[in-house]
């Protein structure tokens, strides 16, 4: 019912780019925010990316300057758009929906920086 599918990880040289979606199963507009997660090999999830219903962003530390979050509501996508990437990117990234306090899940996709 909340399905969120996530696509577009993949392995990049550092400096590179890529361009991650996440699919909701039904319209984005029902979630008061939608969010980019990552977690990386022996760490714990962390925040990367949050955008609000009308379109306001707000980034990690670590990733502001390089990383832009967007959303296209009329086709169901958010889009984490990563550039100037790091070996320390590497991480599977989840898409995360937060309906009004009940958080929906993607089962992540994996980015590998590596040369």
């Known amino acids: 019912q909340g399905q969120l599918v996530e696509s577009g990880g993949g392995l990049v040289q550092p400096g590179g780019s890529l361009r991650l979606s996440c699919v909701a199963s039904r319209s984005i507009s029902r979630f008061r925010t939608m969010a980019w997660y990552r977690q990386a090999p022996g760490k714990e999830r962390e925040l990367v990316a949050r955008?609000?219903?009308?379109?306001?962003?707000t980034y990690a530390d670590s990733v502001k300057g390089r990383f832009t979050s967007s959303r296209d509501n009329a086709r169901g996508t958010v889009y984490l758009k990563m550039n100037s990437l790091k070996p320390e990117d590497t991480a599977v990234y989840y898409c995360?929906?937060?309906?009004?306090?009940?958080?929906?899940w993607g089962r992540g996709t994996q980015v590998t920086v590596s040369s």
């Open positions: 955008i609000t219903r009308d379109g306001m962003t």
């Open positions: 995360n929906g937060d309906e009004w306090g009940v958080n929906y």
